[in-house]
Every structure is written in structure tokens, then in C-alpha cells.
């Protein structure tokens, strides 16, 4: 049986002006602005979120404008380690203000992190100089490296620490 294209048909011809218009959608696509931009996600790729995704700006801290990223008041969580700054927010459950490393948040996590403790006396108080971490033992300093490279492929950096006088 030959194929036959009856224009006649009503179902034909209104197949070949459906067909007819998609062509020309797509040889001359629509180039107005819409009155008003979508923000969120529906057809095709113009919108604009409703407002920037929150942004992480590395900063020079020292360890007393280190210390109020805490977490205590609900906001960000910092700590340091080896003058390495890590944004920890995303850990609140460890480092939150119930979390078992809580006693790290804000803080220069260094010497606890060397020697894998997290009592209170591993922390050096907010107003004196850095721990200049001399005295760790070999093992000690590998240990605080392996807890950077675990911080480094968990969590984002977001600055360094310096001494309170520094800045
Ligand atoms: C009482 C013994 C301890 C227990 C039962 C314990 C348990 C845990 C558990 C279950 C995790 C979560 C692991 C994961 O989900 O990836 C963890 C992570 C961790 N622990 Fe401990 N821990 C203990 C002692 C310590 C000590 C003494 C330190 C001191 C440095 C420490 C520091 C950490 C840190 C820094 C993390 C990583 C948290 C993160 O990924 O942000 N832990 N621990």
C-alpha cells in the first residue's frame, strides 16, 4: 500500500500547521524579555535566584575575633588548626554548644587535635600569644596533619590565624 499525505483531512492539515509553527519556534525562538524574571526553576534557563547563595570570604582572624564563632549565639562555627582557619558550621552537631568537641569551636584547635583530647586545658586562652606547638612529640604532629587533610576534604577554609597584635 503506497503512503499517502491527504491535506484534505482536517487531521493532516492541522498535524502539518502543528509541525509547520514548532519549525518556525525553533528557526526563530521568541527573543523578548518576560515582564518579569522568574526566581525559581520552571522552563529554560532565564531566572534568577531569589537572592546570591551565601558566600565565604577568607579573613585573617586572631584568635580573639576568632572566638565569638562559637556557635553559642546559632551562627557560624569556626576553629582553627595549625593557623589553618575551617568554617565547621556544617558539623554543629559536633562543635555546637552541646556537641561532644564543642570545647574546639572558635578556638585554636591545634594542640587537642595533636594530642587527641579535647579538655579544656589544650586550649590556649583567647588573649595570649598563639600555642607555638613546640613541644608536640613526632606522632602528635602527624596526628594534627591527619585531622587537617580530614578538615580540608570535609570542610572549607575560610582563613588563617594570627596573633591578636598582627592586625
Ligand atoms: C570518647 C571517645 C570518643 C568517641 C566515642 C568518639 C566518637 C566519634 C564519632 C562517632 C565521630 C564521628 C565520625 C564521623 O561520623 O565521621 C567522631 C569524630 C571526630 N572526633 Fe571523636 N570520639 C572520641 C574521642 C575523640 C577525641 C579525644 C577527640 C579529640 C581530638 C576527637 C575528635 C574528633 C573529631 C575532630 C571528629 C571529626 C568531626 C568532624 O568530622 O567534624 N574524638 N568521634
Known amino acids: 500500500m503506497a503512503f499517502s499525505f491527504d491535506l484534505g483531512t482536517p487531521i493532516n492539515t492541522a498535524l502539518l500547521l502543528y509541525i509547520l509553527y514548532s519549525v518556525q519556534r525553533i528557526i526563530l525562538p521568541p527573543t523578548s524579555k518576560p515582564a518579569t524574571i522568574p526566581n525559581e526553576f520552571k522552563a529554560g534557563y532565564s531566572w534568577l535566584p531569589k537572592s546570591h547563595p551565601p558566600t565565604v570570604l577568607y579573613k585573617v582572624y586572631t584568635p580573639r575575633t576568632l572566638e565569638p564563632f562559637s556557635g553559642r549565639d ?3 562555627i569556626l576553629l582553627a588548626i595549625n593557623g589553618i582557619v575551617f568554617d ?3 558539623g554543629r552537631n559536633f562543635y555546637g554548644p552541646n556537641g561532644m568537641y ?3 569551636a572558635g578556638r ?3 594542640r587537642g587535635m595533636a594530642k587527641q583530647s579535647f579538655d579544656l586545658e589544650m586550649l590556649t586562652p583567647v588573649d595570649q600569644p598563639l600555642d607555638k606547638l613546640e613541644d608536640l612529640k613526632q606522632h602528635e604532629i602527624e596526628n594534627m596533619k591527619g585531622w587537617i587533610e580530614h578538615f580540608s576534604n570535609k570542610y572549607i577554609i575560610c582563613g588563617k590565624l594570627v596573633e591578636n597584635d598582627a592586625i
Open 74 to 76: 546559632g551562627g557560624r
Open 88 to 90: 565547621v558550621t556544617a
Open 102 to 104: 564543642g570545647n574546639f
Open 108 to 110: 585554636d584547635a591545634s
